[in-house]
T-cell receptor, first 118, second 113 residues
Framework: AQKVTQAQTEISVVEKEDVTLDCVYE???????LFWYKQPPSGELVFLIR??????QNEISGRYSWNFQKSTSSFNFTITASQVVDSAVYFC???????????????FGKGTHLIIQP | NAGVTQTPKFQVLKTGQSMTLQCAQD?????MSWYRQDPGMGLRLIHY???????DQGEVPNGYNVSRSTTEDFPLRLLSAAPSQTSVYFC????????????FGSGTRLTVV
């Protein structure tokens, strides 16, 4: 069965520091999708990125970057020059394309609460 | 284009009462799913549907029923509410897993007393 582990329950940094959120996953499928979602204090879930298992290229979007390594089953998320507005709970999630045809929803990690102090 | 709409946003139930959480999407998505979010637990899948007339159980289905009579609607029914069902419930939809993620509703905060 699939599993997503976010070992960091809470991280607190001072504004402008770089911070990396770890995500380790388990799956037996060779085709799968990995996601990151942001949940700000207002409670909604905001989609950040999707990566499929055949695309190991790292991605950068402004201050955000993602490092996908199949060899270590990790999909880590780095925020560069953090800002107070980055304070939120961040979830890593997995969808299996083969076992469930991609239709059977997402398996989430327990989330990392990121606190950016001014 | 409203996306995924969940109603109500807040609800308080007494133990033993039943109710239906509504979820509607206007994006013609085939895949829909329900999650519950509890502190420190992340989101856990309750039920999901791959299209009208087709539903299946997720990780934590006990105490919940679903149906999918139309593509647009995917209601979640609590048959006899229990305090353990106090949670925040999210509905999500997606055209398929290969697109840019699932669209989530804004959530329903349910308290069972």
């Amino acid at each position: 069965a699939q599993k997503v582990t976010q070992a960091q329950t809470e991280i607190s940094v001072v504004e402008k520091e770089d911070v990396t959120l770890d995500c380790v996953y388990e799956t037996r499928d060779t085709t799968y999708y990995l996601f990151w979602y942001k949940q700000p204090p207002s409670g909604e879930l905001v989609f950040l990125i999707r990566r499929n298992s055949f695309d190991e290229q790292n991605e950068i979007s402004g201050r955000y970057s993602w490092n996908f390594q199949k060899s270590t089953s990790s999909f880590n998320f780095t925020i560069t020059a953090s800002q107070v507005v980055d304070s939120a709970v961040y979830f890593c999630a997995l969808s299996e394309a083969e076992s469930g045809g991609g239709a059977d929803g997402l398996t989430f990690g327990k989330g990392t609460h990121l606190i950016i102090q001014p | 284009n409203a996306g995924v709409t969940q109603t109500p946003k807040f609800q308080v139930l007494k133990t033993g009462q039943s109710m239906t959480l509504q979820c509607a999407q206007d994006m013609n998505h085939e895949y829909m799913s329900w999650y519950r979010q509890d502190p420190g637990m992340g989101l856990r899948l309750i039920h999901y549907s791959v299209g009208a007339g087709i539903t299946d159980q997720g990780e934590v289905p006990n105490g919940y029923n679903v149906s999918r009579s139309t593509t647009e609607d995917f209601p979640l029914r609590l048959l006899s509410a229990a305090p353990s069902q106090t949670s925040v419930y999210f509905c999500a939809s997606s055209p398929d897993a290969s697109t840019d993620g699932y669209t989530f509703g804004s959530g329903t905060r349910l308290t069972v007393v």
